[in-house]
């Protein structure tokens, strides 16, 4: 079955630690986004990425990092810039930039 | 820049009644619109998109959204609910190459 899928489900995080998000998806899809979930704000973008090798700010990119060395592949590092980073995170493709997006199941991140 | 806003955070209905949950949008330019619907930890799934064509736009499960240019809406409605409707939806709306989302929408139906 195609898909995207994230792990860890759940994460935790030691003050001053970078930690890394997987995104992996087997939709030969070429973009790529992280957001980020907070209750009752919705999702914000985080990054986002239209091919590989390229890759741009969302609204709230302060704190985060990207990579986009494969199709498949778009891991989101929290760096310990990051000081608020407990949250929900969502990693979505879509075929173009115009395309509906694919969402999967989540990463769940916490501090310690 | 586009925004929108989804105008209830939080609908409870019974069983089998019919629900709206509303959104409204901005934008200066043309769009594209989609409901998304949201599990408990889970990720997003796409209900329903509005491209181009004809303003009513079936979905999943019953789902179904009119798009209305002139009141910049695209309220989601199904007629009878069931209990496994009970979630958290999204409206959002995409310009450019990015999606823009309200804070959401959570149903719950009730026995």
């Known amino acids: 079955d195609g898909g995207i899928t994230q792990s860890p489900k759940y994460l935790f995080r030691k003050e001053g630690q970078n930690v890394t998000l997987s995104c992996e998806q087997n939709?030969?899809?070429?973009?790529m986004y992280w957001y980020r979930q907070d209750p009752g704000q919705g999702l914000r973008l985080i990054y986002y990425?239209?091919?590989?090798?390229?890759?741009q700010k969302g609204d709230i990119a302060e704190g985060y990092s990207v990579s986009r060395e494969k199709k498949e592949s778009f891991p989101l590092t929290v760096t310990s810039a990051q000081k608020n980073p407990t949250a929900f995170y969502l990693c979505a493709s879509s075929i173009d930039r115009m395309g509906p997006q694919h969402f999967g199941d989540g990463t769940r991140l916490s501090i310690l | 820049a586009q925004s929108v806003t989804q105008l209830d955070s939080q609908v409870p209905v019974f069983e089998e009644a019919p629900v709206e949950l509303r959104c409204n949008y901005s934008s200066s330019v043309s769009v594209y619109l989609f409901w998304y619907v949201q599990y408990p930890n889970q990720g997003l799934q796409l209900l329903l998109k509005y491209l181009s064509g004809s303003t009513l736009v079936k979905g999943i499960n019953g789902f179904e959204a009119e798009f209305n240019k002139s009141q910049t809406s695209f309220h989601l409605r199904k007629p009878s609910v069931h209990i496994s409707d009970t979630a958290e939806y999204f409206c959002?709306?995409?310009?450019?190459?990015?999606?823009?989302f309200g804070e959401g929408t959570q149903l719950t139906v009730n026995p």
């Open positions: 939709l030969n899809h070429d973009a």
């Open positions: 990425s239209q091919i590989v090798n390229d890759f």
């Open positions: 959002a709306v995409e310009s450019g190459s990015r999606l823009t």
